[in-house]
């Protein structure tokens, strides 16, 4: 037995040499463990040196125990983590800017022979929008706000950087039949051989109460369609007093068990009284049919950030970006049934709107491998009355299946401008300046 008795005894009958090979290395073993567990100071242990590739079992603040229940302690490591660089798209006119064309909010690029698919909302009005606070000004020429007398077309692409418009693919219908005033907001699926659109359908110009609309649904055996309507307020409001009772909004469904899985948001806290103390949230609807019905999850909200939807499946459970609204706002979330989210990472320069391409979203998978690009839109193109959106790419690392370090990145440097143009505005200084 190697007690410390039988140790000395050995170094007392063996020559010099091999004594201090057994010391060091008893030694070097010795410090090793310290190191891959802990490291004590007196009596207490103190975080090693070496990141542990798992929670340590020492006594550790709420911060150090937290960062254990990310993906990966370590932020490069990070599956969830990712920095975002934008590209602008080829193949779009936008009237030299004069506020005239707007493009926005797109749907997943999908892929189908060889060709990627992208709906999105397009305005294209005599004259760009009065505002939001002038709604009541608004006439069947004249648009409220950006998504305001659009309708949804369609784009192609075979590089996801240059794209050739399509057309109109959900038409505003006739008065008075949901979406007559606008249909924006698109979002598709693939189901069954088959291809469904969910967007927001419009009765009044936005702004008038607020932006009180329902999801419509439209389907077709193309993608390049022609589209059938196949039902309106597909997800019904909810009760007076209920957190969606005004609006259910930006649909995005995938397909999870077998199911529809159809993510939506809504504004509460608003309308009249509260007009600038509202807050966003995300809830679940499920249905065995596109076509619905649709039954929402009891425990909505799902999600309590994020200003528009963007989920997709990953590993055995589904990620959420969340942007802009909420205290959880800029963060990557993961959920492993769906419905209870938590924070895997945060996150910066997010992209709005975003629209990842995910070739597994609707194939009910078990192992969704994340995403690397996507469309979203920059809704500031424009300058002081002549307000317009763009849709551009974004790329990032949000997948299990490539190594982008660049990505990885924690340290973003802009220009001292990016943040000057940030300036105090009249009424913001301190001092009342």
């Not at 542990?52 to 490069?76: G, H, L, N, T, W």
């Not at 055996?221 to 007076?240: A, C, E, L, Q, R």
Request: one cysteine or more; charged letters at 20%.
């Amino acid at each position: 037995m190697n007690t410390p008795a039988a140790f000395a005894a050995q170094t007392q009958s063996r020559p010099y040499p091999m004594s201090m090979k057994y010391l060091c290395h008893a030694l070097t073993l010795g410090f090793s463990l310290a190191i891959l567990t802990s490291v004590s100071v007196g009596d207490e242990p103190v975080f090693p040196h070496k990141m542990p590739e798992a929670k340590p079992d020492i006594p550790m603040s709420s911060a150090m125990q937290r960062m254990f229940d990310y993906p990966a302690p370590r932020v490069q490591d990070n599956e969830l983590f990712s920095q975002f660089k934008y590209t602008r798209l080829k193949g779009f006119d936008y009237a030299g800017g004069d506020g005239t064309i707007s493009r926005r909010d797109p749907s997943r690029p999908i892929l189908v022979d060889g060709v990627y698919h992208v709906y999105y909302t397009k305005r294209h009005t005599i004259v760009p929008p009065i505002g939001w606070n002038r709604a009541a000004e608004a006439t069947d020429e004249i648009p409220s706000t950006d998504w305001d007398l659009a309708e949804i077309w369609h784009a192609t692409s075979k590089d996801g950087f240059t794209w050739e418009e399509q057309g109109a693919a959900i038409r505003r219908p006739a008065k008075p039949n949901p979406g007559w005033r606008s249909v924006c907001t698109p979002d598709i699926l693939v189901w069954k051989g088959k291809y469904y659109l969910f967007y927001q359908a419009f009765v009044e110009p936005s702004g008038l109460k607020g932006d009180w609309c329902p999801v419509s649904v439209s389907y077709s055996d193309s993608p390049d369609g022609p589209w059938t309507h196949g039902g309106d307020s597909v997800i019904p409001f909810g009760k007076k007093g209920e957190w969606d009772q005004d609006a259910t909004h930006d649909p995005q469904p995938i397909v999870r068990n077998g199911k529809i899985y159809l993510y939506y948001k809504a504004a509460y806290n608003k309308w009249p009284e509260l007009r600038n103390k509202y807050a966003v949230a995300h809830g679940l609807a499920i249905a065995d049919d596109p076509l619905g019905p649709y039954t929402k999850h009891p425990l909505n909200p799902v999600l309590n950030s994020g200003h528009e939807t963007t989920y997709f499946p990953f590993k055995e459970g589904v990620a959420a970006l969340a942007i802009k609204d909420g205290n959880e706002r800029d963060t990557m979330q993961i959920s492993k049934d769906g419905v209870n989210f938590e924070i895997a990472s945060c996150l910066s320069l997010t992209p709005t709107a975003a629209a990842p391409y995910t070739p597994d979203a609707f194939t009910d998978t078990k192992d969704g491998r994340g995403v690397t690009w996507g469309l979203s839109h920059f809704i500031n193109a424009g300058r002081p009355g002549k307000g317009y959106s763009i849709i551009a790419r974004f790329d990032c690392d949000l997948s299990l299946d490539v190594d982008k370090p660049s990505f990885k990145s924690t340290g973003i440097w802009h220009k001292p401008d990016v943040y000057f143009q940030q300036g105090l505005r009249p009424g913001d200084h301190p001092e009342g300046r």
